[in-house]
């Protein structure tokens, strides 16, 4: 173990949990008390993205239709869906070690036995008989292995469960990234279109004024750069659009042809939402799915630690075995053909080769790892919502301060233009003006497909939804 400090901030933030009990012996190694189990109070648990279906703030229904689709069909999400159910039976498995094993067998024998295999040499006994009976063997929990193991599994099937819980958060929201994406540059498509369409017409009435000894051919030239160069954007955008719809189509488990003529429709951006009242940060992280199966895998090698620690004590098992034997099958169930026996076994190693304390070592050393993974996955999850906050706020002033900035690219192009055909100004100012105003536009749509990111991840970070 390494400095106390690291041992501080690993009891601060278990700091809501519940000690169900005093720490016993196998705990004792790590300075501190790690609780059995971590029961949390009920205003911090954290419903699945299907329940609280935070998407729907952005008030889009093909969004929530795609995440629908995605929870249904999603491959990694059936994936994490079957290692809960294998955890499941682990756990049984665990279990099923408090119960007897009991064997049933039924036979027919006919042999013969040596005569000379003694001193004296005697004739040979040939033997002809049924048999029918039953064996047990069953090892008493005497000193809590048994328990201990099943703390383990059943810590490891709960780890499963908050892996499926983080799975489908994490889904929800690369679904949702990839929407934000796939509007983010048919909006940057369109206006890129319908700047080309305005560009073109100044092209032609340069064109025009350069036929009526108006204009230079520099000033055509110009114009025609502008035009191409908007048009050498197109493609680009065209393949990122196609590139996200094969995204979702992953999500989704879809191929693109099965939702490329439903979403290659150009549509508005979701609506940007923000009304979150964060709170206290650790209270709400609380929730998160990557912590809590942080946490129980922490109890899992914790408990681990204590089953290693219990292979120094001795095991009580108990066998039986009853049944009867008779020559003729009718006297199988007669007085004198019944055998039974019992045999209680007191069994403890004493000596291994020191196999059993490189095991404890190992299983001490692997808490320290889960303690180490804890601390840096809370650390990141404070990190992720910070930076949501942050990037959010900032891309909200970007686009406040944009809205301005659009407005004034247009009344320069618009004045820059009519100066032009005034003969009033050169043509590079108009140039300029039309440049930075497909420039500022695009801006805008891309610091709205931020912002909205931005959102997206602060709900990723938060672990789901919340209540304001």
Do not use: C
């Not at 040499?121 to 040939?126: C, E, G, N, R």
């Not at 964060?278 to 609380?286: K, N």
Request: glycine share 4%; net charge neutral; proline share 4%.
């Amino acid at each position: 173990m390494k400095t106390p400090l690291k041992f501080a901030l690993f009891t601060i933030t278990l700091s809501g949990a519940i000690f169900q009990s005093k720490a016993d012996d196998t705990r004792q190694w790590l300075l501190d008390s790690i609780p059995q189990q971590w029961n949390y109070q009920s205003a911090y648990s954290q419903k699945l993205p299907t329940d609280d279906a935070w998407w729907k703030t952005f008030g889009d229904p093909t969004l929530d239709s795609l995440i629908n689709i995605a929870e249904k069909e999603n491959y990694n999400l059936s994936a994490a869906l079957a290692r809960i159910e294998m955890a499941k039976k682990t756990l049984d498995v665990a279990k099923s070690a408090y119960f007897p094993t009991i064997n049933l067998s039924a036979g027919w024998s006919k042999g013969q036995s040596s005569g000379a295999s003694g001193p004296v040499v005697a004739k040979s006994s040939p033997y002809d008989y049924f048999s029918l009976g039953a064996s047990m063997q069953w090892e008493i929990d005497l000193f809590s292995k048994i328990t201990q193991n099943v703390k383990a599994n059943k810590a490891a099937y709960n780890a499963t469960r908050a892996e499926y819980d983080g799975v489908m958060v994490s889904l929800a929201a690369n679904v949702a990234k990839a929407y934000i994406n796939l509007r983010t540059y048919q909006n940057e498509l369109r206006v890129a279109k319908s700047h080309l369409e305005e560009q073109e017409k100044v092209l032609k009435i340069v064109e025009a004024r350069f036929h009526a000894g108006l204009a230079s051919m520099l000033e055509v030239s110009q114009s025609r750069t502008v035009v191409a160069s908007t048009k050498a954007s197109i493609p680009s955008l065209e393949a990122m659009i196609e590139s996200t719809i094969n995204s979702i189509g992953l999500l989704t488990a879809k191929y693109p042809e099965e939702i490329s003529s439903w979403l290659s429709t150009p549509a508005p951006m979701p609506n940007v939402v923000y009304g979150a009242n964060l709170g206290v940060p650790a209270d709400l992280l609380r929730r998160r799915p990557d912590i809590v199966q942080a946490e129980y895998q922490l109890a899992q090698y914790a408990a681990q630690v204590g089953i290693a620690k219990k292979d120094f004590l001795p095991t009580l098992s108990l066998t039986g075995s009853i049944g009867t034997q008779a020559h003729d099958a009718k006297n199988l169930f007669g007085q004198h053909s019944m055998y039974w026996e019992v045999n209680p076994t007191l069994s403890w190693t004493l000596f291994d080769g020191l196999a059993r304390n490189y095991k404890t070592a190992e299983a001490k050393a692997a808490l320290e790892a889960a303690i180490d993974s804890y601390n840096y996955t809370v650390m990141n999850a404070v990190i992720e919502v910070s930076n949501a906050t942050t990037t959010f706020k900032s891309t909200m002033k970007a686009i406040e301060l944009t809205e301005d900035v659009i407005t004034n690219s247009k009344e320069s192009l618009d004045l820059a233009m009519d100066r032009y055909k005034k003969g009033l100004s050169p043509f590079n100012n108009v140039v300029d003006a039309q440049i930075s105003y497909l420039s500022n536009q695009d801006s805008k749509i891309t610091a709205q497909g931020k912002a909205l990111t931005a959102v997206v991840n602060l709900y990723e970070a938060l672990g789901g939804g919340w209540n304001n």
